[in-house]
């Protein structure tokens, strides 16, 4: 990780608090004084090294390599292109995170930065095909993204990125409407193949949810589940608030085309008319109204 040159911090939630909406903990209007970028970056650095000699990392990414392995070759077998080299393969992949957090206070922010760009050094993704976004994000802290050579997005999405390429997305206790649009935006049996996530487990947001909500406001995540190929990834005790309920989730073409082909028919933009607690920050329009 020659081209990080410093070190991350990891945020820790207080007992109770959602797991899934990370972003809101923390107010960059709260932060009064500026950021160190070159002290934040070298605790970030010191985090890096403190995790590639963690065992969970290693199986994490031994899981991450043979999923994105065995993900590009079914879909470059299902679109009928060309074997290349594992390597050529891999480092084609492009990432997106959204929802980190404020990692220049939150501790656990911190720690899943590392894992982050250990993950991009370990899938040869180029650090400026990492690109990142948080509405909580302040400027001292896209700076530092930046001194990494990540690509910070100016843009909330809302999770709404189309996949037109192997894309790992990297979610990290997200709020179910993220994880819900993004299936949405890619939500056909072309795009679903493409997308990589590491984040929730969606059987773990499924149990802890009231079956009649989770179908009527989650309805992608709630398809997805039946789908996908989800393996859980370790969580080691000294970091569960960090780790915990962390999954891997991959959609094998083969498992995508079973569904019906009315699914895929114009699905329908999700609203969230019933959900007042929405674990999202929408974007803003011009006149400063939510969206």
């Known amino acids: 990780m020659s081209d990080i040159g410093s070190e991350w911090q990891v945020q820790r939630r207080r007992k109770g608090a959602s797991r899934n909406f990370k972003s809101l903990q923390m107010s960059p ?16 650095k010191e985090i890096v090294d403190e995790m590639r000699c963690e065992g969970f990392w290693k199986e994490w990414k031994e899981q991450m390599l043979a999923a994105v392995s065995l993900n590009q070759k079914d879909t470059e077998s299902s679109s009928g292109q060309l074997h290349e080299s594992l390597d050529a393969k891999i480092s084609s992949l492009e990432c997106v995170c959204y929802g980190l957090g404020t990692f220049s206070s939150c501790v656990s922010a911190r720690y899943q930065l590392a894992i982050m760009l250990l993950l991009l050094d ?10 990142v976004f948080d509405p909580a994000f302040s400027s001292g802290e896209k700076d530092v993204l930046r ?19 192997p894309t790992l997305f990297y ?23 493409l ?94 109204e939510s969206t």
Request: aromatic share 6%; charged share 25%; with cysteine.
């Open 147 to 165: 001194e990494l050579g990540l690509t910070v997005l100016t843009e909330n999405e809302e999770g709404k990125r189309l996949a037109t390429k």
């Open 195 to 288: 997308v990589v996530i590491i984040g929730n487990s969606f059987n773990g947001i499924r149990e802890r949810m009231v079956e009649r909500e989770f179908k009527r406001d989650y309805s992608y995540i709630n398809q997805a589940v039946t789908i996908c190929e989800e393996r859980q990834l370790t969580c080691p005790s000294h970091l569960t608030d960090v780790f915990c309920d962390t999954a891997l989730i991959t959609f094998n073409s083969s498992k995508v085309n079973t569904l019906n082909q009315s699914t895929w028919t114009e699905p329908p933009e999700p609203q969230y008319q019933h959900c007042p607690d929405l674990e999202i920050i929408l974007r803003e329009s011009q006149n400063g």
């Open 122 to 131: 370990a899938a040869k993704i180029p650090l400026k095909q990492c690109l």
């Open 29 to 44: 209007a709260l932060c009064n004084e500026p950021l160190d970028v070159g002290k934040t970056l070298k605790r970030i």
């Open 171 to 193: 979610l990290m206790h997200c709020g179910k409407a993220l994880y819900n649009n993004l299936l949405w935006k890619n939500w056909s049996p072309n795009c679903l193949p």
